[in-house]
């Protein structure tokens, strides 16, 4: 059987992690997106988003925002529309980084962190990081316009070792 697939409409990526131990300091993990547009696929975002920041037109934001992995459930929720993104948009990557204080994080410092993609109740992906347990960031997924149009999903699970401005340079570049 086969059907017709409008993509994807509205999808959250939400992360979480455990509290840095008692006494050490805080382990802070940020969302980020990052668009292209159809002109420049690979090339410099159009725009970025992650915490204080939501894209121009309302349809990629972060509606949690957490600096310690305190809490319940997810400690991060970045939302994106693709419903309502402009035509002009191609590509968004998405990625998670950590903040680097003193001393050097990467993601097996951090307890139980996880991200999962997911459609309203139905969870298209997830990842525990422990493929890029020894990188300071990763990307987590890549949203694509097909050419009729619809949004779909490659997770795209990948580790850097960069600060978080060089990340935000390099997360969206093409693979070889």
């Known amino acids: 059987m086969s059907g017709f697939s ?3 409409d509205k999808v959250e990526v939400a ?3 455990d509290p840095s131990p008692f006494g050490a300091p805080a382990h802070d993990l940020d969302v980020i997106a990052a668009v292209y547009t159809a002109s420049d696929p690979y090339g410099s975002p159009a725009y970025l988003v992650h915490f204080d920041s939501r894209s121009p037109d309302g349809t990629v934001y972060l509606s ?3 600096t310690t992995g305190m809490g319940f459930g997810d400690d991060e929720v970045l939302t994106l529309e693709f419903a309502r993104q402009p035509e002009a948009h191609a590509r968004i990557v998405v990625g998670v980084v950590i903040q680097q204080r003193p001393g050097r994080l990467v993601f097996a410092d951090v307890a139980n962190a996880e991200v999962h993609i ?3 109740y139905r969870e298209l992906a997830s990842d525990d990081f422990s493929s890029v347990a020894e990188s300071t960031a990763a990307t987590v997924a890549e949203f694509v316009r097909t050419p009729g149009g619809a949004w779909e999903l490659r997770p795209a699970v990948r580790g850097f070792d960069l600060d978080p ?3 935000t340079a390099a997360m969206g570049a ?3």
Do not use: I, P
């Open 15 to 17: 992360l979480r992690w």
């Open 118 to 120: 997911r459609e309203g």
């Open 174 to 176: 093409r693979t070889v």
């Open 64 to 66: 949690r925002d957490s």
């Open 165 to 167: 401005d060089a990340f």
């Open 6 to 8: 409008k993509g994807l």
